[in-house]
């Protein structure tokens, strides 16, 4: 089947630019609390200006709510709280933000002002995230030795030789951030995913699962920028197919790598998988082939609540900052920032890379995809 025939894809998207806040109790109050609390989506239009600032500013709460107890293992969480449903106090403060959010802020900026969506240069998203580099943010280790070097003038590629692991990191970093290049690429899965995998490369991100990891997020975004939160929630193995298909079209052979692969058969089940089956057979921790399926897995368990799936991000434990920041993007971008619990949002961390400058740059990110106005299929 071919993208355009995808039975999610219109629906209650609208074109106008949302008047109501962000974060509003408005787009809440038109769900209604089932038995196990979990929200069920009520018929509401959703806009789609309000879904990209849903994709950045979910990443952000995601990133925000899974940051005190990021490393932390599943069950040290449910001792110490049960489960996190409010912001807890963190090292920089309730409600801040950790790398994936400061790494999504500078790829935005640069896919903002990108040249070529076709064929995407990496050299000006380096040296965006090498401007933005902020090591109290949290950074892997040769990602921060990587940006400093480019911030001192060296090439990313000479950079990236010199510190990257032999082959390529594996691990999540270059899906956490991706999130903009949904946003870049719209409507077009395959241009999200080319993105996706261009902006991996200045941090060593180039090891096949990483490159499949981050390919796969940016898809999963730019469906979900798209579809039908109920149409998902009826229909999830097709929603995982399509994901697969178009990421392992752009990465091309080799694609899924074999790590992937048991995650992805739990996925494309009729049925998903129990949170302990997750937890023992796929796990949530800094490999691009865990941590990447487990936050779709998150977000398929309950699409239309981004509260629940932030909640069930954050309690696999792990990488949960990163986890919940890629699963709070899905849900942010299927339902729309103001479908983003306002206590939370509130909360989040403004200033050069928070949740003002998210929103503006979703904005600008909008502006540029209409003013190209490409396709699907593109
Ligand atoms: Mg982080």
Not at 39 to 47: E, M, N, T, Y
Not at 193 to 220: C, D, I, N, W, Y
């Amino acid at each position: 089947m071919d993208e355009g025939a995808y039975p999610v894809r219109t629906g209650m998207i609208v074109e106008e630019d949302p008047a109501e806040p962000i974060g509003g109790g408005s787009a809440r109050a038109k769900r209604t609390a089932n038995s196990s609390g979990e929200g069920a989506l009520v018929s509401r239009p959703i806009k789609v200006a309000d879904r990209f600032r849903g994709a950045l500013l979910g990443t952000q709460v995601g990133d925000a709510l899974g940051m005190p107890v990021e490393g932390w293992p599943a069950d040290r969480i449910r001792e110490a709280f049960g489960e996190v449903r409010d912001m807890l106090p963190a090292r920089l403060g309730r409600g801040t933000f950790t790398d994936d959010t400061q790494m999504t802020a500078a790829l935005a900026e640069a896919l903002v002002h990108i040249p070529s969506l076709q064929s995407p240069d990496p050299d000006p998203i380096a040296r965006s995230f090498a401007r933005r580099f902020d090591p109290k943010r949290g950074y892997g280790a040769n990602t921060g030795r990587i940006l400093s070097e480019i911030r001192g003038g060296r090439h990313w590629s000479d950079a990236v030789a010199a510190h990257s692991l032999p082959g390529g990191s594996f691990a999540n970093g270059a899906a956490m951030r991706v999130a903009p290049a949904a946003l870049a690429g719209y409507p077009s899965g395959r241009v999200a995913a080319r993105l996706a995998v261009a902006q991996a490369l200045p941090t060593g991100h180039s090891h096949p699962e990483s490159l499949f990891g981050t390919a796969f997020q940016a898809v999963a975004v730019s469906e979900a920028l798209r579809a039908d939160p109920t149409a998902v929630e009826r229909n999830r193995p097709e929603f995982v197919q399509r994901i697969v298909r178009t990421a392992t079209e752009v990465v091309g052979p080799g694609a899924p790598p074999p790590a992937f692969r048991p995650a992805l058969e739990f996925l494309y089940s009729p049925s998903l998988p129990s949170v302990e089956t997750v937890r023992n057979r796929i796990g949530a921790g800094v490999r691009a082939a865990k941590s990447v399926p487990a936050a779709l897995w998150a977000f398929l368990a309950s699409p239309g609540s981004p509260e629940e799936v932030l909640v069930r991000a954050v309690g696999l434990g792990e990488d949960t900052d990163t986890v919940a920041a890629m699963a709070g993007a899905l849900a942010g971008a299927l339902n729309g920032a103001q479908a983003l619990p306002a206590r939370w949002v509130e909360v989040l961390e403004d200033g050069p890379c928070g949740r003002s400058h998210l929103v503006e740059l979703a904005d600008a990110l909008l502006r540029r995809a209409r003013n190209l106005g490409g396709s699907p299929e593109a």
